[in-house]
């Protein structure tokens, strides 16, 4: 039985998976009233027929995404991992977030990282963030792209907002995460536990002030 968590975003998931079956699931919204995390999971765990002592194996998303959610999502997963000396793996959010598109992944994955910024990542890249006016001429025009919070690339480049995969073709986000999970307990090696950090992507903007202090 192994354990799967996304708290990178303002939709958040768990998964119980055993092997590729899913055993239970549970999607939520992030909010100021939401139970505690450990609270969740323990519930998830029952419904999927086992205890938290149960778990063989732990998956979290690292970002980048809330710092807050980010340290949530991280701090569970290391130690469960830790305490119950089980392997620990850790996945890029924006994939997951890609996989939420029905059918093929959306080749682009934006999510939104304030002072209008987004976190940017395209297939075969790593994840970026960048200033929204600069999207236009970073977006392919054939792009199928998913974006949190749903509707907002008709504000960020109006002229690409037929590019967003509508919500009529958006999965839960804990679809996204099992696919993600089973793929990354398949293929990939666990960390260490002192090798856990969250993915922090430096604004496009800081970037620019180094490249300038530096020439």
């Known amino acids: 039985m192994r354990l ?11 998964v119980v998976l055993d ?25 998830l765990v029952k419904r999927a027929g086992g205890r938290p002592d149960d778990l063989d194996g732990v998956a ?15 701090s569970l997963a290391a130690g469960l991992a830790y305490a119950r000396h089980i392997p620990l793996h850790l996945v890029d959010s924006l994939p997951i977030l890609a996989r939420r598109a029905t059918g ?30 600069e999207l236009a001429g970073w977006l392919p025009s054939s792009a199928r792209v998913m974006v949190e919070p749903a509707g907002r ?9 037929h590019l ?7 999965r839960p986000l804990s679809a996204a995460l099992l696919d993600s999970a089973i793929w990354t307990f398949e293929s990939q090696k666990p960390l260490r536990y002192d090798e856990v950090q969250a993915l922090y992507v430096q604004p496009a903007a800081a970037e620019e002030r180094r490249r300038k202090a530096s020439s």
Do not use: C, K, N
């Open 19 to 43: 092997g590729r079956r899913l055993l239970a699931a549970e999607d939520w919204v992030r909010s100021r009233d939401d139970p505690p995390v450990l609270t969740r999971l323990d519930a």
């Open 164 to 170: 967003e995969i509508p919500a009529a073709q958006r």
């Open 60 to 74: 979290a998303a690292r970002g980048p995404g809330s710092f807050t959610g980010l340290r949530v999502g991280l």
């Open 153 to 161: 690339l008709a504000i960020w480049s109006s002229g690409h907002a």
């Open 104 to 133: 093929e992944p959306a080749t682009i994955a934006l999510r939104d990282a304030g002072r209008a910024e987004v976190y940017a990542w395209r297939d075969g890249e790593p994840p970026r963030r960048m200033p929204t006016d």
């Open 4 to 14: 799967a968590i996304d708290t990178s975003g303002a939709d958040q998931a768990m």
